[in-house]
C-alpha cells in the first residue's frame, strides 16, 4: 500500500458536474447515465475512496507516531548512556584526584577549635598504611618515641616527595615517600619498655577505630592487651616476666594477622594461651640463662689471660 503523503480529511469533494468532469462522466453517459447520475457516481466512488484513505491515514499516523516513539526511546537511551559514562568518568577522574591529593578533600566540620586539639597524636603514615591494609604493625609507632619520630619525619618530609603505589581495587595513587618505609629506629614490640606498651595500647586502639577496623577485632585485640597487663607475669619484679608476655604478644599477634586470610582463619585473640606463656617464659629464661653464662666465660678468660701475661 503506497503511503499517503497528506491528511484525506481536509480534501474536499469535487464538483463532478462542472465542465471540468466532462471526460470523466462521459464513459457512464454512454452507459445509459444521466449526466447528473454520471456525476453522482463520481461522488460516490470519491467518497468511497476517501473514506478509505481516511482509515489509512489513521493507521499510518498512528504507526508513525509508535516509529518516533521508539525512535526517541533509543535516543534517550543512547543519551542516558553517554551521560552515565561520562559521569563514571567524571567519578574514576574524581576519585583519582582525591587518591592524589587527599588532603584537599578531607571534609572539616564547622565547628570551634576543639580543647584538646594540641594533644591530637600524630601518627607515622607508614604505621597507618599497615593498618589500611590491615597488616601487622609494630606497636612502637604509638609509643611516646615513635610518635616524636613521626612528628620529626612530618616537619623533614619533602612536600614533592610522592611515589606510585597500587590500592587494593587496582586503581594508582600517589602517597608520600616515607609513607612505604618503616622507621630507621622502630623498636620489636618484645623489646618495648612496659611503660611505652602501657601508653601506646590505648593510641592503637583508637587508631584502629578510626581506620575503619571491624568492631569485633578491635574489640578483641584491646581484650588481648588488656588481659596481657592484667597477667600475673606483669606485676612481677623479674623484668623477663613481662618480657615474655611482650614476646608473646608479639609472636602471637603476627601469627594472628597470618592466620586470617587462611582456609582456617584465625582465632580468638584475646584468650590467653597460659601454656605457650609459660613456654615463652622458659625459653627466654634460657636465652638469658645462656648469654650470662657465655658472659661469665669471657669476664674468666680475661683474668686468665691477664694472670698468665703477668707472668
Not at 69 to 88: G, K
Not at 245 to 255: K, P, S, T, V
Not at 260 to 280: C, H, K, Q, Y
Amino acid at each position: 500500500m503506497n503511503r499517503l503523503l497528506s491528511d484525506p480529511q481536509i480534501e474536499i469533494c469535487p464538483d463532478f458536474t462542472s465542465a471540468f468532469y466532462q471526460t470523466s462522466r462521459a464513459p457512464l453517459v454512454a452507459a445509459n447515465n444521466t449526466e447528473d447520475q454520471a456525476a453522482n457516481l463520481l461522488q460516490a466512488v470519491w467518497v468511497a475512496t476517501n473514506a478509505a484513505q481516511q482509515l489509512q491515514w489513521q493507521a499510518q499516523v498512528a504507526l508513525d507516531q509508535a516509529a518516533e516513539a521508539d525512535r526517541q526511546r533509543l535516543i534517550d537511551q543512547e543519551n542516558d548512556h553517554l551521560l552515565q559514562a561520562q559521569r563514571l568518568a567524571d567519578a574514576t577522574v574524581e576519585e583519582e584526584e582525591k587518591k592524589k591529593n587527599r588532603l584537599k578533600h578531607i571534609p572539616i566540620p564547622k565547628r570551634p577549635r576543639p580543647s584538646r586539639a594540641s594533644e591530637n597524636i600524630l601518627v607515622s603514615d607508614f604505621a597507618l598504611r599497615k593498618l589500611d591494609k590491615g597488616h601487622f604493625v609494630e606497636i612502637y609507632y604509638w609509643t611516646n618515641k615513635g610518635l616524636a619520630d613521626a612528628r620529626f619525619s612530618y616537619r623533614a618530609a619533602d612536600d614533592e616527595g610522592m611515589v606510585p603505589t597500587k590500592t587494593s581495587d587496582g586503581a594508582t595513587a600517589w602517597i608520600p615517600a616515607n609513607a612505604t618505609r618503616p622507621s630507621s629506629t622502630v623498636v620489636p614490640d618484645c623489646s618495648l619498655e612496659p611503660l611505652d606498651f602501657a601508653q601506646a595500647i590505648p593510641r592503637l586502639v583508637a587508631s584502629l577505630t578510626e581506620r575503619g577496623w571491624n568492631h569485633e577485632r578491635v574489640h578483641m585485640l584491646a581484650g588481648f592487651w588488656g588481659a596481657l597487663m592484667l597477667h600475673r607475669y606483669w606485676s612481677l619484679d623479674d623484668p623477663l616476666d613481662r618480657r615474655a608476655l611482650l614476646m608473646y604478644q608479639e609472636e602471637q599477634r603476627r601469627a594472628w594477622h597470618q592466620a586470617i586470610p587462611l582456609p582456617d582463619g584465625a582465632w580468638d585473640i584475646s584468650i590467653l594461651d597460659d601454656v605457650e606463656i609459660s613456654r615463652t617464659l622458659d625459653r627466654l629464661y634460657r636465652e638469658d640463662r645462656r648469654r650470662k653464662d657465655q658472659d661469665f666465660d669471657y669476664q674468666v678468660s680475661m683474668i686468665q689471660l691477664v694472670c698468665l701475661s703477668i707472668h
